[in-house]
């Protein structure tokens, strides 16, 4: 479903932090689709990408000229946040100026100049207490990461209805060489170390590339509003790592890893973590007929490609 669905965008597009793990993949995905992408790190040494500081450059000052006003419909995809829940918490002034402050006065300074915004918002802005959210229900935040993100969500629709903001649930990739949550997994499993899951958390884990592919088509679609771009398949969190175990044993060696559930009050997390977070995609998919890659199909190339590399 991914070869040739940039066919006739023409834009120029910006990815800030094109150096992360979902940057990366939607500046691949842009660039092996023919669309003109530039790509910005902050502190990974990738040559093709541009070095920009989120928190004090002006990003008119280190694009080419004429990338953002050349006649061509500009977009900017901004990926560039501080994720970590915990550091979120522990230090909310530096964590608030980089996901909210310098942010917003990003989106502002891009706007000015046209371009349309694409800001990536998480599952954290619910608080977990019922699951299969709606773009409809109303957030309530648990967690210092998500009132900040929900903070620019509300900025972005108030102030450029026509920007796009997608909520995402917990990216997955098929690459051992990421950091993801399979990878995660795979270390444990062959230190031999138990999985431990927050006892009771229901989430809907997705595709990284199934993410790029759904911002890309969501540009080509002309889309603007809130959406959820997420799987539409749900799990309990000890129940795929189950899943993980059980192909990791049939397909590389058998481990007897045993997955342990344990209560979220006993990981001693700094800030909280919702129970139930997992996503009605029923919008975008109506707005875009994609189709999302199953969680097997993911741990099946993960485990193939851990395979190759032993």
């Not at 550091?87 to 964590?95: H, I, P």
């Not at 903001?165 to 051992?176: A, E, H, K, N």
């Not at 969190?237 to 059980?246: I, K, S």
Request: net charge positive; proline share 3%.
């Amino acid at each position: 479903q991914y070869t040739h669905f940039t066919e006739r965008i023409k834009m120029n597009l910006l990815i800030v932090g094109a150096s992360g793990f979902i940057g990366s993949h939607i500046f691949r995905y842009a660039r092996d689709g023919g669309i003109n992408v530039i790509g910005t790190r902050f502190s990974a040494s990738k040559q093709n990408l541009i070095a920009f500081d989120l928190s004090k450059d002006s990003i008119g000052t280190v694009l080419p000229g004429g990338f953002l006003s050349a006649g061509t419909p500009a977009c900017a995809v901004i990926c560039s946040a501080i994720t970590k829940i915990d550091l979120c918490a522990k230090d909310k002034e530096r964590s608030y100026n980089f996901n909210v402050r310098h942010t917003i006065r990003l989106i502002d300074e891009l706007a000015k100049k046209s371009v349309k915004i694409v800001f990536l918002s998480s599952e954290a802005v619910y608080e977990g207490d019922i699951g299969y959210y709606s773009e409809n229900d109303p957030p309530t935040p648990a967690n210092e990461y998500g009132r900040q993100k929900w903070e620019v969500e509300k900025y972005l629709l108030l102030h450029h209805p026509d920007s796009l903001v997608f909520r995402l649930s917990v990216i997955v990739g098929d690459s051992p060489g990421e950091p993801h949550l399979f990878s995660d997994w795979a270390k444990l499993i062959q230190r031999r170390k138990p999985i431990a899951c927050i006892k009771g958390q229901v989430f809907s884990p997705t595709f990284v590339d199934d993410v790029a592919c759904g911002i890309l088509l969501g540009l080509k679609n002309n889309l603007s509003g809130l959406y959820h771009l997420s799987n539409k398949e749900f799990f309990a969190r000890e129940e795929l790592a189950r899943q993980f175990v059980y192909l990791f044993d049939r397909r590389i060696e058998k481990t007897g890893t045993e997955v342990v559930s344990i209560a979220e009050s006993e990981f001693g997390f700094l800030d909280r973590r919702q129970l139930k977070t997992y996503l009605d995609n029923s919008l975008f998919e109506k707005a875009t007929k994609m189709r999302f890659t199953s969680m097997k199909e993911v741990m099946v190339g993960f485990l193939g490609k851990l395979i190759k590399g032993l």
